[in-house]
């Protein structure tokens, strides 16, 4: 009974980093923390496979550490710096699911910036590349509000932060009213009214095309 429990340990903790560093499933910081922090007994796994397993390990540990160490210069409101260390992150990523727990944070840094030009790239990207058709409707609302707040359009783009919270909260466990980083992203777009809105006097001379309704 006692050998079990060490291969019972080794079965869940697998599941767990093989779906985050191996299939291309919508991970979260939640997730790598969860991996990073599982205590780990390697038994019984033969010699060829163990090597590899660590290596993973590795990685997934410090690409940890600079997303880490990035959310604390956020909250420094070193946004420069903190985008250095989620590229960092982004290039020790060896999956398309810790991939795009990377790109995401790098493009969030950019949106604290009001890079909004920047930040519409890297969302795009996300959506198209990165995303479960399931998870898309937040995403897409994301895009559209990032637009109009390109072109100047804060009314819009408050409406749409406000669809992309509401669509957040209706995927799977997600907390009620929807997940802290979208309720953060409207509170921030708010408060940049004045921004937006000389945005759209400076696309006066060089107007761009506003998504549709």
């Known amino acids: 009974m006692n050998k079990t429990k060490p291969v019972i340990k080794i079965i869940i903790w697998a599941i767990v980093v093989f779906a985050i560093l191996v299939f291309g499933v919508?991970?979260?910081?939640?997730?790598l923390r969860k991996a990073d922090s599982q205590p780990v007994v390697l038994v019984g796994i033969p010699k060829n496979q163990l090597g590899g397993l660590k290596k993973e390990l590795d990685y997934a540990s410090n690409q940890m550490r600079y997303l880490e160490k990035g959310d604390r210069l956020i909250e420094e409101n070193k946004m420069d710096e903190a985008?250095?260390?989620?590229?960092?992150?982004?290039?020790?990523a060896k999956s398309r699911g810790s991939r795009a727990v990377a790109h995401i944070a790098i493009a969030n840094a950019y949106e604290k910036k009001r890079d909004y030009k920047k930040t519409l790239e890297l969302v795009v990207i996300d959506r198209d590349k990165y995303v479960n058709?399931?998870?898309?409707?937040?995403?897409?609302?994301?895009?559209?509000?990032?637009?109009?707040?390109l072109n100047g359009e804060y009314e819009l783009s408050i409406k749409h932060a406000q669809k992309a919270l509401e669509a957040d909260a209706k995927l799977p466990n997600t907390p009620k009213g929807g997940s802290p980083d979208y309720i953060e992203r409207l509170n921030d777009l708010k408060a940049a009214?004045?921004?937006?809105?000389?945005?759209?006097?400076?696309?006066?001379?060089?107007?761009?095309?506003?998504?549709?309704?």
């Open 26 to 31: 919508r991970v979260t910081r939640k997730h």
């Open 83 to 92: 985008i250095k260390q989620y590229e960092n992150a982004f290039s020790l």
């Open 133 to 149: 058709d399931w998870a898309k409707e937040p995403v897409v609302e994301r895009v559209k509000y990032l637009e109009y707040a």
């Open 193 to 213: 009214k004045d921004y937006i809105l000389s945005l759209k006097t400076n696309k006066a001379d060089n107007p761009a095309t506003p998504p549709k309704e």
